[in-house]
């Protein structure tokens, strides 16, 4: 547990330093690691759960809003899931970071310009559009805390297109 919360934290401390920081931190926070890994995964699967109701309403004809809000509402939950694993404040910053800055703002447009074309624009291409963006900014922003996963998608990427 103790070198996943250093995994996820993205520091490595010295071992000395590791027992006084790891107890400074559960002492600070109110939910204890194994709460913490629970909320974090109910929220994932709650998550997932919502995209995937979201699809089968589509499939269902009962609409691209109702298709539209379930799915960003479960993209939404599964982003703030890792909330419980960092706190708040942390993931925030982590967000907004050098190397993640520009998925972040274009997860953020493409949510908000999800919601703006389908529930008051109702254009189901354009909302259609914004989902796809959405999901691949959410993608690009996820494997931007896997180490060298971008590096390896982006020469996969470039071997597919070489002649």
Same mark, same amino acid.
């Given at each position: 547990?103790?070198?996943?919360?250093?995994?996820? $934290?993205?520091?490595? #401390? !010295? #071992?000395?330093?590791?027992?006084?920081?790891?107890?400074? +931190?559960?002492?600070? $926070?109110?939910?204890?690691?194994?709460?913490? @890994?629970?909320? &974090? *995964?109910? *929220?994932? +699967?709650?998550?997932?759960?919502? $995209?995937?109701?979201? $699809?089968?309403?589509? &499939?269902?004809?009962?609409?691209?809003? +109702? &298709?539209? %809000?379930?799915?960003?509402?479960?993209?939404? @939950?599964?982003?703030?899931?890792?909330?419980?694993?960092?706190? #708040?404040?942390?993931?925030?910053?982590?967000?907004?970071?050098? !190397?993640?800055? @520009?998925?972040? *703002?274009? %997860? @953020? /447009?493409?949510?908000?310009?999800? &919601?703006?074309?389908?529930? %008051? =624009?109702?254009?189901?291409? =354009?909302?259609?559009?914004?989902?796809?963006?959405?999901?691949?900014?959410?993608?690009?922003?996820? =494997?931007?805390?896997? #180490?060298? /996963?971008?590096?390896? +998608?982006?020469?996969? %990427?470039?071997? *597919?297109?070489?002649?």
């Amino acid at each position: 547990m103790d070198k996943l919360r250093r995994v996820l $934290s993205g520091d490595e #401390p !010295t #071992p000395e330093e590791e027992s006084s920081i790891i107890t400074q +931190v559960l002492t600070k $926070s109110t939910l204890s690691w194994s709460t913490r @890994i629970k909320a &974090f *995964c109910i *929220c994932f +699967v709650l998550g997932i759960f919502l $995209s995937l109701l979201g $699809s089968i309403a589509l &499939f269902l004809h009962r609409g691209i809003v +109702v &298709f539209a %809000v379930f799915y960003t509402l479960g993209n939404i @939950i599964s982003m703030a899931s890792t909330c419980f694993l960092m706190g #708040p404040f942390k993931q925030i910053k982590k967000m907004f970071a050098d !190397t993640r800055l @520009i998925a972040t *703002c274009i %997860v @953020i /447009a493409a949510i908000i310009m999800t &919601f703006i074309s389908a529930i %008051v =624009l109702k254009k189901a291409g =354009l909302t259609l559009i914004f989902i796809i963006i959405q999901s691949l900014a959410m993608t690009w922003y996820s =494997l931007s805390y896997i #180490p060298y /996963a971008r590096d390896a +998608v982006k020469k996969t %990427v470039s071997a *597919c297109f070489e002649v």
